[in-house]
């Protein structure tokens, strides 16, 4: 539920640039999209709840899982300071989130042991970074927050589909 959430505020977010006839398609094609993922994970823990018990995981989020979250603000507060007070770029914020988001998939994945957010990290680290570039090539705050924002929030919707396309397969 927290990658649909997260999805739907980027692709949300990031699409107010745009021109109208534009931004309220793909705003109404991202809030439909949580939705369906929304339904889906419904149905997965209505199945779930109806197989045998498995033996218990351990607790997930530990001193690790906190150490991970920590770090993450710390770099988004950090970088969003530099970003906005000394480079006022305000139009990177969103490919700097990006990095982070991703680079804390990294430390989620080998903590709790998951393939999908080594990937999931790898995507929006890539799209994070292709904003960084997009920037620096004089493209526009726009074309930032579609590719890191945008992109961002349709990775996060594909990452929760892989999901349940394996628990349903």
């Known amino acids: ?3 649909v959430v997260f999805g739907l505020v980027f692709v949300e977010a990031n ?6 006839r534009y931004q309220a398609p793909l705003r109404v094609a991202g809030a439909l ?3 369906a993922l929304f339904v889906g994970i419904g149905r997965a823990r209505r199945a779930a709840a109806q197989r045998p018990a498995s033996p218990s995981r351990t607790n997930r989020f530990g001193p690790g899982y906190w150490l991970v979250v920590a770090a993450e603000v710390a770099a988004l507060v950090a970088g969003l300071i530099v970003i906005n007070r000394v480079f006022h770029a305000r139009g990177l914020a969103v ?3 990006a990095v982070v988001v991703g680079v804390h998939f ?6 709790w042991r998951l393939g999908l957010f080594m990937a999931l990290g790898a995507a929006l680290t890539l799209l994070g970074a292709v904003g960084f570039a997009l920037h620096a090539g004089g493209a526009s705050n726009l074309t930032v927050a579609l590719v890191s924002g945008v992109g961002s929030g349709a990775a996060l919707y ?3 589909a892989g999901s349940l396309a394996k628990q349903a397969g």
Request: proline share 4%; no cysteine.
């Open 106 to 111: 990294f430390g989620m994945a080998v903590l």
């Open 95 to 97: 490919a700097w989130i």
């Open 1 to 3: 539920m927290i990658g």
């Open 158 to 160: 594909l990452a929760v």
């Open 15 to 20: 699409s107010v640039g745009l021109p109208a």
């Open 33 to 35: 999209a949580a939705a």
